[in-house]
């Protein structure tokens, strides 16, 4: 049996949606429990983000992206709607995709697109 190799298909839209989800659940789980998600929760939401749209990225790339998560959330604390479960649970339509049409889930992309573009550059997946 051939393996094929993996084909890592992020461009910079995709890795500042898997950013900004990952900030969201987050940011949840600080307003929950007082503390950010532990590393094997946090690669679970990863990979369940990817297997939901279909993204594929190396070991890496995703342990940055994780990373990257705390920067960005903190960010956001203290602010209104940010430290409220409630309000953060609105941004999710399901258990992997943010409501789009929110002003909050529009402010979080906003500063996760910044950090990609400056993290990866214009597309250099």
Not at 8 to 15: F, I, K, P, T, V
Not at 27 to 53: K, M, P, Y
């Amino acid at each position: 049996m051939e393996m094929k190799p993996l084909h890592y298909n992020l461009d910079d839209e995709a890795r500042t949606e898997l950013l900004g989800y990952l900030v969201v659940v987050q940011l949840i789980a600080r307003a929950r429990t007082g503390q950010w998600l532990e590393t094997a929760h946090i690669c679970e939401s990863v990979l369940l983000w990817l297997s939901a749209n279909g993204g594929n990225c190396g070991a890496r790339e995703r342990s940055d992206l994780s990373r990257l998560s705390v920067d960005v959330a903190e960010q956001f604390l203290g602010l209104p709607s940010f430290d409220d479960e409630a309000s953060l649970i609105q941004m999710m339509l399901a258990l992997t995709r943010l409501d789009y049409r929110k002003a909050d889930v529009k402010k979080i992309l906003a500063v996760c697109g910044e950090y990609i573009v400056h993290r990866y550059g214009a597309d250099q997946s």
